[in-house]
């Protein structure tokens, strides 16, 4: 899935080893907006810009993961899985794990 959101897929080597393959993905650095909350002391506001910011990025993430992905979630995306860098500009999801393949026959809509 390409998305600003979520690590890139870069591939991968299936010919290394017959018993599993390597796959590559970029890095993105960050730190959970959970332990950031945790570490400062601070309280997210609905009425900060910042935090109307975030969830307007968070809800731009969900909607790839609704368009771009052929798989769904496995489990709850939590404060855990969201990361932040380069000062609050970016966000980004990661550490979280997709199930099954979608069901093709579904339609989604804005």
Same mark, same amino acid.
């Given at each position: 899935?390409?998305?600003?959101f979520?690590?890139?897929?870069?591939?991968?080597?299936?010919?290394?080893?017959?018993?599993?393959?390597?796959?590559?993905? $970029? #890095?993105k650095?960050?730190?959970?907006?959970?332990?950031l %909350?945790?570490?400062?002391?601070? =309280?997210? +506001?609905d009425?900060?810009q910042l935090?109307?910011?975030?969830a307007?990025?968070?809800?731009y993430?969900?909607?790839?993961?609704?368009?771009?992905?052929?798989?769904?979630?496995?489990? $709850? #995306?939590?404060?855990?899985?969201?990361?932040?860098?380069? %000062?609050?500009?970016?966000l980004? =999801?990661? +550490?979280?794990?997709?199930?099954?393949?979608?069901?093709?026959?579904?339609?989604?809509?804005?």
């Open positions: 899935m390409k998305s600003k979520f690590q890139s897929y870069l591939g991968f080597d299936d010919m290394s080893s017959d018993e599993y393959n390597l796959y590559f993905f $970029d #890095i650095k960050g730190k959970a907006l959970q332990q %909350l945790i570490e400062t002391g601070q =309280i997210l +506001k009425d900060q935090f109307k910011f975030w307007k990025e968070l809800l993430a969900f909607k790839d993961i609704t368009y771009r992905s052929t798989y769904t979630v496995e489990d $709850d #995306i939590t404060l855990r899985n969201i990361y932040i860098s380069d %000062l609050g500009i970016k980004y =999801i990661k +550490k979280f794990r997709f199930g099954e393949l979608r069901d093709n026959t579904m339609q989604f809509h804005l």
